[in-house]
């Protein structure tokens, strides 16, 4: 195992390239992030765990994770008990290249089972980290590898799919960025991950009868989560980014989180270059739109940083915490004009079905496929609060998508819940979005595994059963995954050696 730049590089912000080789600066900004306050609101029962460090990058033949507690300090007056993948959170970044073997060996030093999903990632099924469907969870103190191949580069992450809601909600994640083969270069690489924390965790889990239904998921009220964060740090404890006049700027936004954020990167122009991973056609330069990022979802855009100063990238919003999703970008000696903050202001979010150029893709709405699959996206009133249903019904009671090795496949989303948006998540496969509400997409072909659904909204997509297996196929709020959202992609020609273990009662596929 190689660790690199890791000195220099704080909570999950990553720079490569020659443009990073000045060091010196960051370093000591690190240092002075490093002498936070800490007596404000550490908990006595959570005084004993370690301060949560700087993200590392890791690559190499073996990587290797520990799952194990610690303390986030997420702004000046803040900081929480959190679970974490080698002491930070987001997790140690995992940087491999295209057609690299990957081993992860992950120790679990936490109280309770866990596993690793590869968000995104067409591993093998037994590698999907499903407990219950493609593995037993690991117990505390046990450890477990990880292991497939690099096939597609691109923006991904992972996360435990264990008590996924609550798991995922104290910070068990990381990124995992696969880098292509031809790697064309630029000057700065930055991975931003997107996340909303509970000042008061305890308060979030209170019974919600009496309060606003519209809002709360089964003991859950997203205004609860009244802190937004990039990379584990909120407002002004979000390291700047630093760039240099003339450099070709990449940000991955990763959205780890429950919510959507709508972010707005002021005085440059920028260009959407992937999202998901999966490469856009064509991508045309944009200024003063919004970037709508859904929970699960990813988006790469990259900038020439051609007008210097100081500069933000903000949420826009009016919750609670959306002022503290903010970045600065800092041109290095050249802060002179002060960028101001406009978290309210109008501007238009983009639309990715007509952004870049069209062509056919993979997949047409009037081909002939062999599944087709309409998934109704509901809301009710269950015994214990909301459930969140698929076809009426709640996981496992779902009707699974039944496929077989070489079937075209294709699913129309609808939304038909009055209030909640739901981002649907594909495991083991990228899907071809069609359309929407309608309307053939008209921009580049729009390749996902994670799409936001919003109410009201209906999309058709389509994929290739091409990676034998039982798939989650679920809504990545996660509060809702767990309270029904899920359903299945499950391959008749497929036989897994996985047999749950009969006394773990823990496994129940999220
Ligand atoms: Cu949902």
New binding site residues.
């Given amino acids: 195992m190689k660790k690199l730049l890791l000195g220099t590089v704080l909570a999950g912000v990553v720079a490569i390239g020659a443009a990073c080789s000045n060091n010196s600066s960051m370093q000591g900004h690190d240092m002075s992030n490093m002498n936070m306050k800490e007596e404000n609101t550490a908990q006595d029962s959570s005084k004993k765990l370690p301060l949560a460090t700087n993200t590392e990058v890791l690559s190499g033949k073996e990587i290797n994770l520990t799952a194990k507690e610690a303390l986030l300090q997420i702004n000046d007056k803040v900081k929480l008990p959190v679970y974490t993948y080698n002491g930070s959170v987001p997790g140690a970044q995992i940087r491999v290249k295209q057609g690299d073997n990957v081993k992860i060996v992950l120790k679990n030093e936490l109280p309770e089972p866990i596993t690793i999903h590869w968000h995104g990632y067409p591993v093998p099924n037994d590698q999907d980290g499903v407990p219950g469907v493609t593995m037993d969870a690991i117990k505390p103190g046990e450890t477990f590898t990880y292991e497939f191949t690099a096939t597609v580069p691109g923006t991904y992450f992972y996360h435990s799919h264990q008590k996924s809601a609550e798991q995922v909600d104290k910070g068990l994640y990381g990124t995992l960025i696969v880098e292509p083969k031809n790697e064309e270069k630029v000057d700065r690489d930055y991975t931003l991950v997107l996340d909303e924390w509970m000042s008061n965790p305890d308060e979030g889990n209170m019974d919600m009868s009496g309060m606003d239904q519209h809002m709360s998921?089964m003991g859950h009220d997203m205004n609860m989560y009244d802190i937004f964060t990039i990379n584990g740090k909120s407002g002004s404890a979000v390291k700047p980014l630093k760039v240099k006049k003339g450099e070709k700027v990449r940000l991955r936004l990763v959205n780890a989180g429950y919510m959507a954020h709508k972010l707005h990167l002021h005085g440059h122009e920028f260009k959407i270059v992937a999202t998901d991973g999966q490469p856009l056609k064509d991508p045309q330069p944009i200024k003063d739109e919004l970037l709508n990022i859904a929970p699960g979802e990813r988006y790469d855009i990259e900038f020439i940083a051609n007008n210097p100063g100081e500069w933000l990238l903000e949420c826009h919003g009016d919750m609670e915490g959306t002022d503290g999703m903010k970045v600065k970008i800092q041109y290095e000696d050249q802060t002179n004009n002060t960028d101001k903050e406009n978290a309210k202001e109008n501007l238009p979010v983009v639309d990715m079905t007509t952004y870049g150029k069209y062509e056919v893709g993979s997949f047409t709405l009037d081909q002939k496929y062999d599944v087709e699959y309409t998934m109704d996206?509901g809301t009710a009133m269950g015994k214990n609060g909301m459930i969140?249903t698929i076809n009426g019904k709640t996981y496992p009671d779902t009707a699974p998508i039944n496929v077989k090795t070489g079937d075209l496949v294709k699913v129309k989303i609808v939304?038909n819940?009055p209030m909640?948006?739901?981002?649907?998540h594909l495991h083991g496969h990228f899907f071809q979005v069609l359309s929407k509400n309608g309307k053939p997409v008209t921009g580049s072909p729009l390749i996902k595994d994670s799409l936001n659904?919003n109410p009201g909204e209906e999309y058709v997509v389509a994929f290739k059963a091409d990676n034998p297996g039982n798939w989650m196929f679920h809504?990545?709020?996660l509060?809702?995954?767990s309270a029904g959202?899920v359903t299945e992609v499950k391959y008749t020609d497929y036989k897994s050696d996985y047999t749950p273990d009969p006394n773990d009662t823990t496994n129940k596929g999220e």
């Fill in positions: 998921s996206l969140f939304n819940s909640d948006v739901h981002p649907m659904v809504c990545h709020d509060h809702h995954a959202m």
